[in-house]
C-alpha cells in the first residue's frame, strides 16, 4: 500500500495515475483502476487520462464508467482513421452509440479504468450481476483511491476491510491519494489476535521521486498486450 500526499494543485492526477502505470508495467499487474468520489472530478480525470493514453489511432486504453455516462450517446472519443473504414466515414463512426465502452463498463475490460468511489465499493461489496461481473477484475490491479478522505466515515470498517482482502490475498497495490492524508494505515493494519499470522499491508509514501521517470506510452500499451 502506497500513500501519495501532495498539496492541491500539485499534480496528483499526473503522479499517481503515472506511477500506477509504472508500477502495474514492472509487477505484471493486468489493469489501473483510479477511483474518485465526485463524479465531476473523476469526467475530469478522464479527459486528462483520455488525452494521454488513448492513441489517435487503434484500440482504446481508458475506460470511463460512472452513473453519468451515457453510452447511448455519440462517440465523441471514436478513434481517428484515415479516409473510410469499411464505408463507414469519420463522422458517421463518431454519430454512433459508444459500443466499446458500453461492453467493456459491464466486466470492466479495459486496461485502465477511471470510476466513482461509490462504483468501486459497489464492485466489491454488491450483490447484483452487474456488480459481481465486475469483482474478479479487481484481482492484480492498481488501485488508485483519489481523495481518500472523503470515504464515509461510518462505512470505513467494511470498506478498509475489503480493501485489506485485495491486498493480502488478490494481488492488488493500493494507492491513497489527498491533500490531507487520514490515518487509514493504521486502521488497515489493525487486526484480530487470531489473524496476526497473515501478511501485514506494506505501507510507503510516494514522492515524485518514485513517479517520475514514467513512459506513459510504453506502460499503458504493456496493459493493452
Not at 505484471?28 to 478522464?46: D, H, K, M, W, Y
Not at 454488491?126 to 461510518?154: C, F, K, M, W, Y
Request: hydrophobic share 40%.
Amino acid at each position: 500500500m502506497y500513500r501519495l500526499h501532495l498539496p492541491t494543485g500539485a499534480g496528483k492526477t499526473f503522479a499517481g495515475g503515472g506511477f500506477a502505470l509504472r508500477h502495474a508495467a514492472l509487477r505484471g499487474l493486468r489493469r489501473v483502476i483510479v477511483a474518485v468520489p465526485f463524479i465531476s472530478i473523476t469526467e475530469q480525470n478522464a479527459a486528462v487520462y483520455r488525452s494521454l493514453l488513448d492513441p489517435e489511432h487503434g484500440p482504446r486504453t481508458v475506460l470511463e464508467h460512472h452513473s453519468a455516462v451515457n453510452f447511448e450517446a455519440p462517440d465523441r472519443h471514436a478513434p481517428r482513421s484515415l479516409g473510410t473504414s469499411g464505408g463507414v466515414s469519420q463522422d458517421q463512426r463518431r454519430a454512433r452509440p459508444n459500443r466499446w465502452a458500453k461492453l467493456a463498463a459491464e466486466n470492466w475490460d479495459a486496461p485502465f479504468i477511471v470510476t466513482t468511489t461509490v462504483r468501486l465499493i459497489e464492485s466489491l461489496f454488491g450483490n447484483s450481476r452487474s456488480a459481481t461481473r465486475r469483482l474478479h477484475r479487481l484481482a492484480n490491479s492498481v488501485i488508485v483511491l483519489d481523495e481518500v478522505q472523503a470515504l464515509p466515515d461510518t462505512l470505513l470498517t467494511p470498506i478498509l476491510s475489503g480493501l485489506r482482502e485485495l491486498v493480502e490475498h488478490y494481488g492488488v497495490t493500493l494507492v491513497l491519494s489527498s491533500a490531507t492524508q487520514p490515518e487509514l494505515a493504521t486502521l488497515m493494519a489493525d487486526r484480530p489476535a487470531t489473524a496476526r499470522h497473515r501478511r501485514q499491508p506494506r505501507t510507503a509514501f510516494l514522492s515524485f521521486a518514485l513517479c517520475g521517470g514514467v513512459s506513459v506510452t510504453e506502460s499503458s500499451q504493456t496493459l493493452s498486450r
